[in-house]
């Protein structure tokens, strides 16, 4: 009978994937770290790992980027500002080394592109790529039988349209596959790679000011994620929500002279994913709501469905503060913060990150400063190099 044995220096990452609570289904750790970092007080899904920012611009500014201005990468973030971006074709290339404090090797990539078609179309595609790791396998004998490496990707293609000089609308459709054991077996049941398909909708405001004196610009985004089907990892087991989330965010950018500019963001996110009840030993709901509900009632009850009420409604949004300093469209600074309730994931910590562009190329870099004892993510880095072809505009 084959079962999974971790080198000394592994989380036991495959065990837990074998257990039927989802509660502990993508948990690194002792201590229950989900493997977007947080921490497992956090409402669980499947593939948490679509809620990770793959891009160093954003994650130098406390991860936010709802509406911060357009790039390649807000095939992630929001979709629909794809159609005020300047290049006919932007490319971007991401990683990050991840829970690094935990396991050594596992690792996210994330590779977008976008094509302007006209003056109002624009069209998107990415792939994210999250590597768990490697895990050796053995049998009951300790015999080696080779190694594994659980793996999680998704695929996106998205669309935005201009509708006037300052409102657009953007929709993505996404194809989703984990792969997080080898064909093990559990209770007769073989345990398999889950697939799904998603979608976002997503819209963007921005409208020129005048504030201080200066030029200025005020954006609004939002953006709904993952609203797609559930997913299971054997034929008759149970089905899991996917992480569906509301992004809502504003940025402000200032340009004090020719060469001086600076932006502030606020984002907020939450899960749109129903809140598990309080249950008895006899699996009674005590307090809450049913959460073996559709995906489109599930949805509509996240907002609603909290066990102890309105106040941990208001716990399961995470803010992001953020600033971006320019100097001369060349050299940038970021600074943010990211912060979610104790209750509800746990992650806290200070972001800083920095941008550089020559020509028709463009490096961006973050860093997140937080506590090496509490922090999964402490000292994570991310990169980001940009690539603008065709005949757009160059800075």
């Known amino acids: 009978m084959k079962f999974f044995s971790l080198r000394a220096r592994y989380i036991l990452l495959a065990l837990t ?40 611009r954003s994650g130098g500014m406390g991860e936010a980027g709802v509406a911060i201005s357009p790039d390649v990468n807000a095939n992630f973030w929001n979709p629909s500002k794809l159609a005020f971006m300047e290049g006919d074709n932007d490319l971007s290339a991401s990683y990050s080394p991840w829970l690094r404090n935990l396991v050594p090797d596992v690792s996210l990539s994330y590779v977008s592109y976008a094509h302007r078609l006209d003056d109002r179309n624009s069209f998107g595609a990415s792939l994210r790529y999250f590597n768990l790791g490697t895990i050796e396998l053995t049998d009951a004998n300790q015999q080696s039988l080779g190694t594994y490496t659980p793996n999680e990707f998704s695929v996106d293609g998205s669309f935005a349209r201009k509708f006037g000089n300052n409102f657009s609308l953007g929709l993505s459709l996404r194809f989703i596959h984990s792969s997080l054991a080898n064909g093990a077996f559990l209770s007769g049941q073989q345990i398999k790679a889950a697939n799904a398909v998603a979608s976002d909708i997503s819209l963007y405001y921005k409208k020129q000011l005048q504030e201080f004196g200066s030029d200025a610009e005020f954006a609004f985004g939002t953006d709904i994620s993952n609203i797609g089907s559930k997913v299971s990892y054997t034929d008759n087991g149970t089905k899991y929500f996917l992480p569906a989330n509301l992004k809502l965010g504003i940025a402000n950018t200032i340009n004090m002279d020719a060469t001086n500019s600076i932006t502030f963001a606020l984002d907020f996110n939450k899960l749109l994913v129903p809140t598990p009840p309080i249950v008895d030993n006899n699996g009674n709901i ?17 907002f609603t469905d909290a066990p102890n009420g309105f106040s941990q409604e208001m716990q399961e949004i995470s803010i992001s503060p953020g600033l971006e300093y320019w100097y001369n469209k060349v050299f940038a600074l970021r600074a943010g913060y990211f912060y979610q309730n104790a209750n509800n994931g746990g992650l806290h910590y200070f972001t800083f990150g920095t941008g550089l562009r020559y020509d028709i190329y463009a490096f961006d870099f973050s860093y997140i400063a937080a506590s090496q004892q509490n922090s999964p993510l ?12 065709g005949s757009g505009k160059k800075q």
């Open 378 to 389: 402490a000292n994570t880095l991310r990169f980001t190099l940009m690539i603008n072809f």
């Open 286 to 302: 005590i307090k809450g709501q049913s959460d073996d509900v559709s995906v489109p009632t599930g949805i509509f009850q996240s």
């Open 17 to 56: 994937l074998l257990l039927p609570s989802l509660a502990f289904c993508q948990v690194l750790g002792p201590g229950g770290t989900n493997t977007n970092g947080s921490s497992s007080t956090q409402i669980p899904t499947a593939v948490p790992f679509l809620l990770i920012t793959p891009d160093s």
